[in-house]
């Protein structure tokens, strides 16, 4: 019962709580104990607080899981996680994290409360609303990067990085749902109603539209944000985002694209490609 719970809380999922380091990094406050500490609590909280959303959505989800193909397997649905457990687990998650949050700052506690209402919400409603869907789920990654910034004190943080932030998670989201598309197109007894609302032609278009349009606002950032070597050596970091855009737009048209947590945690090039560009940020930011 203890595993299943631990799979009820997707731990894969816990690495969208890096985009809480951005702020630490980019304002180059890595080697700040204080700030370090801060922010690794902060990420720890913020995904105790998503494993409690995941374990919500799934006991919403059940009887439409238990009739999925795959999803029938996960604990709630297959029955090896109680629902009781799930609720108590679920609501014992937030009655912890929550006051931590609070404790760590009052605007980070706001942040953690906006993005668990907002959850709800979307599991409930938006996630069946074209585009609001992949809107709201870039919103999710934005909040990370805010609960960031509400745990340190913030001098040199750009707000290009919020654009960038933005256009990313809707390219990554846009990618996600034209891979589930093909899914659904390809078996006939998977249906999602959102996707109803897409094509794959739509889904293609808005791909390339926010794809060239984060290339341009990173492109922007790494030689126009005041907080920059002035040599604009960060322009040197381009090729790694041109690269692992690419390599993502590559995935999703040959059917091998999915949950970006999975893809990050799964493809060997891509994973070579933010090393280089994480190893870059530091050299230019720490070292250079």
């Given at each position: 019962m203890?595993a299943?719970?631990?799979?009820?809380?997707?731990?894969?999922?816990?690495?969208?709580?890096v985009?809480?380091f951005?702020?630490?990094v980019?304002?180059?406050?890595?080697?700040?104990?204080?700030?370090?500490?801060?922010?690794l609590?902060?990420?720890?909280?913020?995904?105790?607080?998503?494993?409690?959303v995941y374990?919500?959505?799934?006991?919403?989800?059940?009887?439409a899981?238990?009739?999925?193909?795959?999803k029938?397997?996960?604990p709630?649905a297959s029955?090896?996680?109680?629902?009781?457990?799930?609720?108590a687990?679920?609501?014992?998650l937030i009655?912890i994290?929550?006051?931590?949050?609070?404790?760590?700052?009052l605007?980070?506690f706001g942040i953690?409360?906006?993005?668990?209402?907002?959850?709800?919400f979307y599991?409930?409603?938006?996630?069946?609303v074209?585009?609001?869907?992949?809107f709201?789920?870039?919103?999710?990654?934005?909040?990370?990067?805010t609960?960031?910034?509400?745990?340190?004190?913030?001098?040199?943080?750009?707000?290009?990085?919020?654009?960038?932030?933005?256009?990313?998670?809707?390219?990554?989201?846009?990618?996600?749902?034209?891979?589930?598309l093909?899914?659904?197109?390809?078996?006939s007894?998977?249906?999602?109603?959102?996707?109803?609302?897409?094509?794959?032609?739509?889904?293609?278009?808005l791909?390339?539209?926010?794809?060239?349009?984060t290339?341009?606002?990173?492109?922007?950032?790494?030689f126009?944000a005041p907080?920059?070597?002035d040599?604009?050596?960060m322009?040197?970091t381009?090729?790694?985002?041109?690269?692992?855009?690419?390599r993502?737009?590559?995935?999703?048209?040959?059917?091998?694209?999915?949950?970006?947590?999975d893809?990050?945690?799964?493809?060997?090039?891509?994973?070579?490609a933010i090393l280089?560009?994480s190893f870059?940020?530091?050299?230019?930011?720490?070292?250079?």
């Amino acid at each position: 019962m203890i595993a299943a719970l631990i799979k009820s809380m997707r731990p894969k999922q816990w690495a969208k709580s890096v985009f809480i380091f951005t702020a630490l990094v980019f304002d180059r406050k890595l080697l700040n104990q204080s700030a370090l500490l801060h922010t690794l609590a902060g990420a720890i909280l913020f995904s105790l607080i998503a494993s409690a959303v995941y374990i919500f959505n799934d006991i919403a989800d059940l009887e439409a899981d238990q009739n999925h193909p795959n999803k029938k397997e996960r604990p709630i649905a297959s029955g090896k996680l109680p629902i009781p457990i799930a609720w108590a687990a679920g609501i014992g998650l937030i009655l912890i994290s929550l006051p931590l949050a609070y404790l760590l700052s009052l605007e980070f506690f706001g942040i953690c409360a906006l993005y668990l209402i907002l959850n709800l919400f979307y599991s409930s409603w938006l996630k069946h609303v074209p585009l609001v869907d992949v809107f709201v789920l870039a919103s999710f990654y934005v909040l990370r990067v805010t609960a960031g910034v509400t745990l340190i004190e913030v001098k040199r943080f750009s707000p290009w990085l919020y654009v960038v932030t933005s256009l990313f998670a809707l390219f990554i989201g846009l990618g996600k749902r034209r891979a589930e598309l093909v899914l659904q197109i390809n078996k006939s007894n998977e249906s999602r109603p959102v996707l109803e609302g897409y094509t794959i032609g739509l889904l293609d278009q808005l791909i390339n539209i926010v794809s060239g349009t984060t290339i341009i606002a990173y492109s922007l950032y790494t030689f126009s944000a005041p907080n920059l070597p002035d040599n604009h050596s960060m322009m040197l970091t381009i090729p790694f985002v041109l690269y692992g855009i690419f390599r993502y737009l590559y995935l999703i048209q040959i059917g091998e694209g999915g949950a970006p947590e999975d893809i990050a945690l799964s493809d060997r090039p891509l994973q070579g490609a933010i090393l280089l560009w994480s190893f870059s940020i530091l050299m230019i930011f720490y070292i250079y």
